[in-house]
């Protein structure tokens, strides 16, 4: 069973997301921020995916993305970001910070999640 660690500080978008992806067969973890996702990555195996919400309390996403170095800690994991905050040069640095995706979490249906989930666990 595939893994996603979902990271998400609204608990009712984290709710919901765990309950559609959990339906579609996925193993998920949630936390509401990235020290949460950092503490459960230091005593875990690695999940497939990781879904990061951007605007979080405590750190955010560019800031979990910095203090995990995903793309040499976690070379097999496959970073999500999920916002509504749709800026060019932060997009820019999300990838650059090891980020395989970032995606508007208004553009994105229940649907376009699991499609978006599929693909890229599969890849």
Known sequence: ???ILLVEDEQILREGYQLLLTEYGYRVVAKANGEQAIDYLHTHPLPDLI??????????GV???????????CPETSVIVFSNLSNPAKTSELLALGAKKHVLK????????????QTEIAA
């Open 51 to 60: 879904l990061l919400d951007l605007l979080m309390p405590h750190m955010d």
């Open 106 to 117: 208004a553009e994105l249906g229940p649907k376009d999640l699991i499609k978006l989930v």
């Open 63 to 73: 800031q979990f993305l910095r203090a995990t170095n995903v793309t040499t800690e």
């Open 1 to 3: 069973m595939k893994t």
